[in-house]
């Protein structure tokens, strides 16, 4: 509705309201309309308020904690809960949590320093295995728990350290390479966003415009990445880096490469975020490693904080169950497994119709 123009020096207190039969019916007519609109986005900003997404009284339940430092929390099509376990020192392995019954087990007691997990539609384990001794490269794990290489270099060179990934409901699959831990030399002149395409086999570099990008993951409707820039300013090929903590949405181009980057959040000189994982309403739950404030933290697309659930370690990466467990969080933080329930079942982009 257009606002009735007001002459100039004239006071209006309250709306001109049409005088005739006609342009009355009219007016009330759309201003029903403007009313109906205003409750609907009444409701949309309801929709976002933490007690709709996290239950009231409802607690976080430690479900494992014989790890060092566990990562990369993955749901199998069968509800099978997978995750990374990353000793300093010790090889890394990959662990599953049944939910069924309650135990959790090893799956493979030498992962090449396993990091970020996916299955993607096909049912097959993808993961981002990274450096100190690990294999620098994305891998997919057999049902015997043996990997097998996707794709290790870029352009003849070795990654830095495979960190994080997400498989597109495309099928391609996009991962960091950032470098926190690990002696080998680097080979790369940068710590880029990678984009890999099982269909030809084909590695690209989908964006080198984050100097140390993390956790990663995609909107349910496809179209935006975000991405973790979790600089912690460390030295990088002799040259040091800029300390760099946010939350960026990146739009995802026709040609599968990262466009315009948009700050969601900046987190300052607090710690960043690590993994990430989105709702089916588009909100990203993220694992803010904060040592005042750990836990995880809810944004909403535009970037505004709508619910934190508290962690009594510092959490890493989460994701949402499946079938009966679609809005049940699981939470890698410490060397442990944990869980809540929560209002809004989760996303999984790699099993979404588009």
Known sequence: IKAPCKRRGQVMTQAAIPQSRQNRTIFWRLFSQACGCLA?????????????????????????????F????????????????????????????DPATGKTSVFCADSGKSNGLMFDRKGRLIAACGANDGHRALCEFMPDGDAEVLVGKFKGNAFNSPNDIVVHPHG???????????????????????????????????????????GIVCSPEGKIMYVSENNNGDDFGGQQQPSRRQLLACAIQEDGSL?????????????????????????IYAAVREESRPGIVVFAP?????????????????????????SMLYITAGGG??????????????TAEQ
């Open 40 to 68: 609907i986005l009444t409701l949309f900003v309801q929709v976002v308020h933490a007690g709709d997404i996290v239950p009231e009284g409802v607690k976080v339940e430690k479900l494992w904690n014989e790890g060092e």
């Open 70 to 97: 566990t990562e990369g929390v993955a749901v199998a099509p069968d509800g099978t809960i997978y995750f990374s376990d990353i000793p300093a020192v010790k090889k890394g392995r990959i662990l599953k949590f």
């Open 172 to 214: 391609d699959i996009y991962f960091t390479d950032p470098r926190y831990v690990g002696d080998e030399p680097l080979e790369l002149d940068h710590m880029s966003v990678f984009r890999f395409s099982p269909s030809t086999k084909t590695i690209s570099r989908a964006s080198r415009e984050i100097t140390k990008p993390n």
């Open 259 to 283: 466009g315009e980057q948009r700050v969601l959040v900046d987190f300052g000189d607090k710690g960043g975020i690590d993994g990430m994982t989105v709702d089916q309403e588009g909100n």
């Open 302 to 326: 535009s970037g505004k904080e709508i619910a934190y659930i508290k962690t009594d370690e510092m959490p890493s990466n989460c994701c949402f169950g499946r079938g009966d467990e679609a």
């Open 337 to 350: 497994l944990y869980r809540i329930s929560l209002n809004i079942p989760g996303y999984h982009p790699a």
